[in-house]
């Protein structure tokens, strides 16, 4: 505040003051700056994706639509590295823990974040959770994010990779109409390919279609409940953990 | 998407360089915002007019520059700006492109009103008095 003008003073004291000598003690800016409206997340996501890689864990984050197969997928996984590799799950939703007793109940470590009504996660509620998991013995983390094809897509978690999963049920016209969650992936999975005798869905569109968004994007057709293309899937999240822990 | 949060970031973004400045009034702010982020700038806008609120950003206008999205198509090499996320090469259909920018959200210019330099100096002793 000014002690000479008033200037930051309520409207009231303002008026009681005379203006007549402008405002010499101050002078107008104009600051070029570079600073990200999502700079808090981006910080923190640095810090996890750090942190993970010092303890040689790759961590993946996946999104989808509720029901498109996230946990199923991590089930069948985890199924087929057992023995082999060491992996720790961060579950998130709105409510209940059904996904975290679900992957408990195979043994593997898993945290499960409630978010209340937040329809995302973020780098700091990851960040809180990997302090709750055994990372020291792991080799690698998935984390299932909020159901919800609008909202994870703007938010770093700090994971290695960012993951989209769209299930043949859900029709092959979605991809275009949710680009901001696939700008945001390195990969996309086709879920529930065992049902494709039941459904009218042509595999080829979404997967150009996620090309078109994301130039570089990775595409796997699988089922978890089959097991059919899983193994390609993890074979590459292995690759992808090589190239990072070395 | 998110918009009303993004305005609440922007804030406190914003208020932050404002104090690391001791700015003592601000006239306007200024936001690149990425073709390619899905933010409406006119619900941002009208998000930010609320966020201010008893804020030092009560009266600086926000204004806000869409930043399109500059890719080159990889069968062609012809680089071409899109306003839109659907990036299929207009000279020669393909696709596959890489775009170079239209991600960020970001504060690029404030216009302030910071002190004069003796008057700085004479509120800083009077905040290092303050402190002791």
């Given at each position: 505040?000014?002690?000479?003008?008033?200037?930051?003073?309520?409207e009231e004291a303002k008026q009681a003051h005379e203006h007549d000598h402008g405002h010499e003690h101050s002078h107008r800016e104009e600051?070029?700056?570079?600073?990200?409206?999502?700079?808090?997340?981006?910080?923190?996501?640095?810090?996890?994706?750090?942190?993970?890689?010092?303890?040689?864990?790759?961590?993946?984050?996946?999104?989808?639509?509720?029901?498109?197969?996230?946990?199923?997928?991590?089930?069948?996984?985890?199924?087929?590295?057992?023995?082999?590799?060491?992996?720790?799950?961060?579950?998130?939703?709105?409510?209940?823990?059904?996904?975290?007793?679900?992957?408990?109940?195979?043994?593997?470590?898993?945290?499960?974040?409630?978010?209340?009504?937040?329809?995302?996660?973020?780098?700091?509620m990851v960040h809180r959770a990997l302090h709750e998991l055994p990372l020291a013995g792991m080799d690698l983390l998935f984390v299932e994010?909020?159901?919800?094809?609008?909202?994870?897509?703007?938010?770093?978690?700090?994971?290695?990779?960012?993951?989209?999963?769209?299930?043949?049920?859900?029709?092959?016209?979605?991809?275009?109409?949710?680009?901001?969650?696939?700008?945001?992936?390195?990969?996309?999975?086709?879920?529930?390919?065992?049902?494709?005798?039941?459904?009218?869905?042509?595999?080829?569109?979404?997967?150009?279609?996620?090309?078109?968004?994301?130039?570089?994007?990775?595409?796997?057709?699988?089922?978890?409940?089959?097991?059919?293309?899983?193994?390609?899937?993890?074979?590459?999240?292995?690759?992808?953990?090589?190239?990072?822990?070395? | 998407?998110?918009?009303?949060?993004?305005?609440?970031?922007?804030?406190?973004?914003?208020?932050?360089?404002?104090?690391?400045?001791?700015?003592?009034?601000?006239?306007?702010?200024?936001?690149?915002?990425?073709?390619?982020?899905?933010?409406?700038?006119?619900?941002?806008?009208?998000?930010?007019?609320?966020?201010?609120?008893?804020?030092?950003?009560?009266?600086?206008?926000?204004?806000?520059?869409?930043?399109?999205?500059?890719?080159?198509?990889?069968?062609?090499?012809?680089?071409?700006?899109?306003?839109?996320?659907?990036?299929?090469?207009?000279?020669?259909?393909?696709?596959?492109?890489?775009?170079?920018?239209?991600?960020?959200?970001?504060?690029?210019?404030?216009?302030?009103?910071?002190?004069?330099?003796?008057?700085?100096?004479?509120?800083?002793?009077?905040?290092?008095?303050?402190?002791?």
């Amino acid at each position: 505040m000014c002690e000479t003008c008033g200037c930051g003073l309520p409207e009231e004291a303002k008026q009681a003051h005379e203006h007549d000598h402008g405002h010499e003690h101050s002078h107008r800016e104009e600051a070029e700056l570079y600073r990200s409206l999502l700079a808090a997340n981006e910080a923190q996501a640095r810090e996890n994706r750090g942190h993970l890689m010092e303890h040689g864990v790759l961590a993946v984050n996946l999104m989808s639509s509720p029901g498109s197969g996230k946990t199923s997928l991590i089930e069948a996984v985890a199924k087929a590295v057992e023995g082999r590799l060491r992996i720790g799950v961060i579950e998130g939703d709105l409510a209940t823990d059904r996904d975290a007793a679900r992957i408990k109940a195979l043994g593997v470590p898993v945290w499960q974040i409630t978010t209340g009504s937040t329809c995302h996660l973020d780098a700091p509620m990851v960040h809180r959770a990997l302090h709750e998991l055994p990372l020291a013995g792991m080799d690698l983390l998935f984390v299932e994010n909020v159901g919800n094809l609008v909202c994870p897509g703007l938010y770093d978690l700090g994971c290695h990779l960012n993951g989209v999963l769209l299930s043949v049920t859900e029709g092959d016209d979605k991809v275009a109409k949710y680009p901001v969650v696939f700008r945001h992936a390195q990969f996309f999975c086709l879920t529930k390919t065992d049902l494709l005798p039941h459904v009218v869905f042509d595999a080829a569109k979404p997967k150009r279609e996620a090309r078109i968004l994301k130039g570089d994007i990775k595409t796997f057709e699988l089922s978890a409940r089959t097991g059919e293309g899983v193994g390609g899937f993890l074979a590459y999240l292995e690759s992808e953990r090589r190239a990072l822990v070395g | 998407m998110h918009e009303w949060s993004l305005a609440m970031s922007l804030i406190e973004e914003a208020g932050a360089e404002a104090r690391r400045r001791g700015a003592l009034k601000v006239h306007s702010i200024t936001v690149r915002v990425g073709a390619l982020t899905g933010v409406v700038p006119e619900l941002l806008g009208r998000a930010y007019e609320v966020a201010r609120t008893g804020t030092i950003f009560e009266g600086a206008d926000l204004h806000l520059h869409v930043e399109p999205a500059r890719a080159s198509c990889p069968t062609c090499g012809e680089e071409s700006e899109f306003d839109d996320f659907y990036l299929v090469c207009p000279s020669c259909g393909g696709i596959g492109l890489r775009p170079m920018s239209g991600e960020g959200l970001v504060l690029t210019r404030m216009d302030i009103e910071i002190p004069e330099e003796d008057e700085k100096n004479a509120t800083d002793a009077r905040r290092q008095g303050d402190d002791r």
